[in-house]
């Protein structure tokens, strides 16, 4: 359900609905992977500066370049898919194009420092819950969330650091749908080594449908505040 950084998030192209990413969004990244290259500081506000180009000067996202908000996340989670994103357990599949993007950015961070150092400047961001953009059915949604993932995510999406599970109130809709459809085909958490996205990818499964799916994000954004 990094699905943020995104999660953040949990907080999902063949076989993906997808679309690839626009010339913008290659042209954000590249310009991205540059700054960070070129960066003679190890400063969070300056190596953030790289993910403005996506993500947005106050890490509110862009749903236009496929890059979520990063507000409303624990800085642990985002530290946890930045790590993840750098040792090639997330954004490896073939059919994940803007994950591959955040692999290449993420490597350019020159060590785990400047991975933590990045993640406080972001943590100082004041948090927005995003605008809902989808329509479902949120009793049906609530029923799902409340018998396969309020165990782990909390009763309110509110997260859980000791289960390692990610806030997921408040984050867009759009992003966790798509979290969602990459879990349940195996484009996100397939590989063992990545245990938590592993976990997410086997109760991925456990979604009849996308219309489902749908329901339960469709419910979990009527949680954020």
């Known amino acids: 359900m990094k ?3 995104l999660l953040l998030s949990f907080a999902l192209v063949a076989c993906s609905n997808d679309p690839a990413p626009s010339a913008n969004s290659e042209q954000a990244a590249s310009a991205a992977v540059a700054a960070l290259q070129n960066s003679n500081s190890a400063s969070g506000k300056t190596l953030y ?3 403005a180009a996506c993500h947005g000067a106050s890490g509110e996202g862009n749903k236009a370049l496929g890059a979520p908000s990063l507000t409303h996340q624990q800085s642990w ?7 993840g994103f750098r040792a090639g357990l997330r954004g ?30 972001i943590d100082g961001f004041k948090a927005k819950p995003a605008a809902a953009t989808l329509e479902g059915n949120a009793k049906r949604g609530a029923d799902y969330y409340s018998n396969l ?14 289960l ?4 997921l109130a408040g984050i867009e809709d ?14 996100r958490g397939n590989n063992e080594a990545d245990r938590y996205g592993y976990q997410m990818y086997m109760m991925g499964k456990t979604l009849p449908d996308a219309e ?12 954020a505040d």
């Open 164 to 167: 390692q599970a990610p806030a």
């Open 49 to 51: 500066a790289a993910c």
């Open 149 to 162: 993932c309020g165990a782990c995510h909390g009763p309110a999406a509110e997260g859980n650091d000791k």
């Open 77 to 83: 989670y985002l530290e946890r898919q930045l790590l």
């Open 92 to 121: 490896s599949h073939p059919d994940d194009a803007f994950g591959a993007q955040m692999q290449a950015i993420a490597k350019t961070l020159p060590d785990d420092a400047a991975v933590k150092s990045v993640v406080a400047y």
């Open 174 to 187: 759009w992003y966790l749908l798509q979290q969602f459809d990459h879990f349940g085909k195996g484009i």
């Open 212 to 223: 489902v799916a749908k329901d339960v994000v469709v419910y979990i954004q009527s949680l």
């Open 3 to 5: 699905l943020p950084l």
